[in-house]
Nanobody
């Protein structure tokens, strides 16, 4: 079992930055691909960014490319999402997710473990 706990969310003005962290316990993350998802009210959960188990290869939603960066520190068992140039449309609950495989999937249903989420609110 993997337990994931997100932190770093909050209220920020448009154009600002936040860094989300996802700390894992129960297993070391170096065998898990990781993803960050978000869900806004009335919308489906969508992939924001993902990273393979060794780091390196990443993927991003078109809406966040050039603004968000996913990274991982397997020694600290933590995954990060640096979010810059935030927009009001980035407002959502952000979740990290893990699956024990090399490549990070796109679909939420392909992930096995989820955190409880952290709220990000961007004011205009």
């Amino acid at each position: 079992q993997v337990q994931l706990v997100e932190s770093g969310g909050g209220l920020v003005q448009a154009g600002g930055s936040l860094r989300l962290s996802c700390a894992a316990s129960g297993r070391t993350l170096n065998s898990y691909a990781m993803g960050w998802f978000r869900q806004a009210p009335g919308k489906e959960r969508e992939l924001v960014a993902a990273i393979r188990w060794s780091g390196g290869t990443t993927r991003y939603a078109d809406s966040v490319k050039g603004r968000f960066t996913i990274s991982r520190d397997n020694a600290k068992n933590t995954v990060y999402l640096q979010m810059n140039s935030l927009k009001p449309e980035d407002t959502a609950v952000y979740y990290c997710a893990a699956v024990r495989q090399i490549i990070a999937p796109i679909k939420a249903s392909d992930y096995d473990y989820w955190g409880q989420g952290t709220q990000v609110t961007v004011s205009s």
